[in-house]
């Protein structure tokens, strides 16, 4: 872990003096203590999976498994296709209307 020292710290803040570095890996039995003096954060896995850390071991931790602060950009399929539909639907709706204008201004200025 000491290794991963500088990146830990950077995202997790100084380590306490208190804590000793401790690598927990997959220990099931392992509970981490959330320390009320401890500002949450957020981190995020490779494929964006989000988790909230309330102590600086469960952060450092987490930081070495390879989580991180930062979330990877994420396109909204869900939302792109509802806007394309929506204008679609526009589109579709409007061109009557936009026909029968354009024809009524050919004839006005005919």
Known sequence: MEDKLTEIEKICGLKPDNIQFKIIENDPNFIFEPNPSFEKITLYYPDNNPI????WLECSNYVY???TDVQTNLVNWEQNVSIIYF???ITILSKEKFIKFYE???EKFK
């Open 52 to 55: 909230n850390v309330s102590s």
């Open 65 to 67: 498994g390879g989580w």
């Open 87 to 89: 204008l679609l639907i």
């Open 104 to 106: 009524r201004l050919n």
